[in-house]
């Protein structure tokens, strides 16, 4: 495990970061045209700037970046 220490100003830069990171793998993963294989990857990425993100950013704002499971359909 390794430590950091930051200050509010470092720990704000680094929330936005995060956020403005998620925010184009979310808007890329409704993009058609990429293939599944890159979509997948760009998931995992996903996945890794959440658990960051949870760590900097409060419960409210890590509810507005928590992805919904696909909807299966039901026949």
Do not use: W
């Amino acid at each position: 495990m390794l430590g950091l220490m930051i200050n509010d100003r470092e720990k704000q830069e680094i929330e936005y970061l995060l956020k403005r990171e998620m925010d184009e793998i979310l808007f890329d993963l409704k993009d058609s045209r990429i293939d599944h294989i890159v979509k997948r990857a760009m998931d995992e990425r996903y996945k890794i700037l959440f658990s960051l993100f949870k760590r900097f950013a409060s419960h409210k704002e890590c509810l507005k970046y928590m992805k919904t499971a696909p909807k299966k359909e039901t026949n």
